[in-house]
């Protein structure tokens, strides 16, 4: 037990508990509260068609790009000094969001809403696991933090819709200046400042992982405005050197933000790279389910949000008894049949299109995508930390976020790009319908990806470590 977890009363636990869920939904709901507004965002600041993916990609490009060098703020700066000092960058953004007026400025101000992110998040992890002690009771947090992540994620589908319908897209972010002055008074009644630790900012690593990103989500979503032209793949090279520069970076600093030992261990490594491939098709999901409800079905923004109702009914109820169906069942089984039913959902919702029935071509597989997530985000993330020394325990959290946000971000760029192929001559709705069976195609292909990666690495490593003592792996990461 550590000594955080025996100076730490249940009472000061629960709370810390508290603020750590409050301010992870923030951050999903932040993620997903803004799909629904997107036609809205898109006529009322001018955006162009491209330019809208850069309301999602602004943010998780930050938010993914500066998670590592976050999380080493927090081993070195204190972790509650951190978690305030993200919350505060998160709760400005949010207000500068919601009073933009130009595409320009909100796209800025997305971006450091991530930066904001990318400090908040790896902190709330290593407080996670630094407060409840190994087992039982820190089994029981991740599966609220799990659930809590799955149901923000929709909700705030839901919300953003009725908003954007009734009062403005723009409340949903306002809101979080209460939320989120409440939440740093908390943290600085509750949370005991954790022990510095001496070191090094790797500033070089940061930059070249983050520029490398966004070279990568430019370079897929202009492909699908401009075509594979010499801009296109010059920006994918530079990526590539960006990205490789950064390996190099990483393998000399003394101090890395992404030690390369954590990639050592094949169950962790294979974890990052099917979390990374299951995000892409997850976003996918939100994000083409969004144009086909407005575009497709003509729905209106309140109906769409509640449309998204079906994938949160059996996501927070799944998720919730997980350690439950780990412990019947092993970790193995339960990923497993998660991924199989992503699959199954996947395929299922690229079959709609055009005079489509909702409730058969859409809602029924929702629900299928919802207990995929309850059931395979928290066994991914046990993997993604398992057998991390304490002393990587935030780099390892770091990286399982970085995972999930190069999902976000790279991962949409992939499938707007894809869904692109073959569109032109294409208009109205037929066109926004023939780019969501292909994005959705394409997101079937990933999901088999992330199985065959899960088969090959996950699955046989933890098999070998269930027949030595019992490992119970300890956090959820960021949506």
Same mark, same amino acid.
């Given at each position: 037990?550590?000594?955080?977890?025996?100076?730490?009363?249940?009472?000061?636990?629960?709370? +810390?508990?508290? @603020?750590?869920?409050?301010?992870?939904? %923030?951050?999903?709901?932040? +993620?997903?509260?803004?799909?629904?507004?997107?036609?809205?965002?898109? $006529?009322?600041? *001018?955006?162009?068609?491209?330019?809208?993916?850069?309301?999602?990609?602004?943010?998780?490009?930050?938010?993914?790009?500066?998670?590592?060098?976050?999380?080493?703020?927090?081993?070195?700066?204190?972790?509650?000094?951190?978690?305030?000092?993200?919350?505060?960058?998160?709760?400005?953004?949010?207000?500068?969001?919601?009073?933009?007026?130009?595409?320009?400025?909100?796209?800025?101000?997305?971006? +450091?809403?991530?930066?904001?992110? !990318?400090?908040?998040?790896?902190?709330?992890?290593?407080?996670?696991?630094?407060?409840?002690?190994?087992?039982?009771?820190?089994?029981?947090?991740?599966?609220?933090?799990?659930?809590?992540?799955?149901?923000?994620?929709?909700?705030?589908?839901?919300?953003?819709?009725?908003?954007?319908?009734?009062?403005?897209?723009?409340?949903?972010?306002?809101?979080?200046?209460?939320?989120? @002055?409440?939440?740093?008074? !908390?943290?600085?009644?509750?949370?005991?400042?954790?022990?510095?630790?001496?070191?090094?900012?790797?500033?070089?690593?940061?930059?070249?992982?983050?520029?490398?990103?966004?070279?990568? =989500?430019?370079?897929?979503?202009?492909?699908?405005?401009?075509?594979?032209?010499?801009?296109?793949?010059?920006?994918?090279?530079?990526?590539?050197?960006?990205?490789?520069?950064?390996?190099?970076?990483?393998?000399?600093?003394?101090?890395?933000?992404?030690?390369?030992? /954590?990639?050592?261990?094949?169950?962790?490594?294979?974890?990052?790279?099917?979390?990374?491939?299951?995000?892409?098709? %997850?976003?996918?999901?939100?994000?083409?389910?969004? #144009?086909?409800?407005?575009?497709?079905?003509?729905?209106?923004?309140?109906?769409?949000?509640?449309?998204?109702?079906?994938?949160?009914?059996?996501?927070?109820?799944?998720?919730?008894?997980?350690?439950?169906?780990?412990?019947?069942? *092993?970790?193995?089984?339960? /990923?497993?049949?998660?991924?199989?039913?992503?699959?199954?959902?996947?395929?299922?919702?690229?079959?709609?299109?055009?005079?489509? $029935?909702?409730?058969?071509?859409?809602?029924?597989?929702?629900?299928? @995508?919802?207990?995929?997530?309850?059931?395979?985000?928290?066994?991914?993330?046990?993997?993604? =930390?398992?057998?991390?020394?304490?002393?990587?325990?935030?780099?390892?959290?770091?990286?399982?976020?970085?995972?999930?946000?190069?999902?976000?971000? =790279?991962?949409?760029?992939?499938?707007?790009?894809?869904? !692109?192929? *073959?569109?032109?001559?294409?208009?109205?709705?037929?066109?926004?319908?023939?780019?969501?069976?292909?994005?959705?195609?394409?997101?079937?292909?990933?999901?088999?990806?992330?199985?065959?990666?899960? #088969?090959?690495? +996950?699955?046989?490593?933890?098999?070998?470590?269930?027949?030595?003592?019992?490992?119970?792996?300890?956090?959820?990461?960021?949506?």
């Amino acid at each position: 037990m550590s000594d955080a977890n025996r100076s730490t009363s249940p009472s000061n636990k629960t709370a +810390i508990l508290a @603020i750590i869920l409050i301010s992870y939904v %923030m951050i999903v709901l932040d +993620i997903s509260v803004v799909l629904t507004g997107l036609p809205k965002i898109h $006529n009322e600041l *001018g955006f162009t068609d491209a330019g809208l993916a850069w309301v999602q990609s602004a943010y998780t490009l930050t938010f993914g790009g500066f998670l590592l060098l976050g999380a080493r703020a927090g081993d070195i700066l204190g972790r509650r000094r951190m978690f305030v000092v993200g919350m505060t960058i998160f709760t400005v953004a949010s207000v500068a969001i919601g009073a933009s007026q130009s595409s320009a400025w909100m796209l800025s101000w997305r971006a +450091i809403q991530g930066l904001g992110s !990318a400090i908040l998040a790896p902190t709330t992890l290593a407080l996670l696991q630094t407060t409840f002690d190994e087992g039982e009771e820190r089994v029981r947090a991740v599966s609220l933090y799990s659930a809590a992540a799955g149901v923000s994620a929709t909700v705030g589908l839901v919300v953003g819709g009725l908003l954007a319908d009734w009062l403005s897209w723009r409340v949903g972010f306002l809101i979080n200046l209460p939320i989120g @002055i409440a939440t740093v008074v !908390a943290a600085r009644i509750y949370i005991h400042e954790t022990n510095k630790r001496p070191g090094t900012f790797d500033l070089p690593g940061a930059v070249t992982s983050t520029l490398g990103m966004a070279a990568f =989500v430019y370079g897929f979503i202009r492909s699908a405005q401009a075509g594979w032209d010499v801009v296109t793949l010059a920006t994918l090279v530079a990526a590539l050197i960006m990205l490789g520069a950064f390996v190099l970076i990483e393998r000399r600093a003394k101090q890395p933000i992404l030690p390369l030992r /954590l990639f050592a261990d094949i169950e962790r490594s294979g974890a990052y790279g099917a979390r990374a491939l299951y995000i892409s098709a %997850m976003v996918g999901f939100f994000f083409f389910t969004t #144009l086909y409800l407005q575009q497709v079905a003509g729905l209106r923004p309140a109906l769409a949000g509640l449309a998204f109702v079906p994938a949160t009914m059996l996501h927070v109820p799944v998720a919730v008894v997980v350690p439950r169906l780990i412990r019947r069942f *092993g970790r193995n089984a339960v /990923l497993v049949v998660g991924m199989l039913i992503g699959i199954v959902a996947m395929a299922w919702l690229s079959r709609a299109g055009v005079g489509s $029935n909702y409730w058969t071509a859409v809602a029924l597989p929702m629900v299928l @995508i919802g207990i995929s997530q309850g059931l395979t985000l928290s066994p991914l993330t046990s993997s993604g =930390v398992a057998r991390v020394d304490h002393a990587d325990a935030g780099a390892a959290s770091g990286a399982v976020n970085v995972a999930h946000q190069i999902g976000s971000s =790279v991962g949409l760029g992939v499938l707007i790009a894809i869904a !692109a192929i *073959g569109s032109n001559g294409i208009n109205g709705a037929d066109l926004t319908a023939y780019r969501v069976s292909h994005a959705f195609d394409a997101g079937t292909v990933m999901l088999l990806a992330t199985l065959v990666i899960s #088969l090959l690495t +996950i699955v046989p490593a933890a098999r070998r470590q269930s027949r030595s003592p019992e490992e119970v792996a300890p956090t959820e990461c960021a949506a």
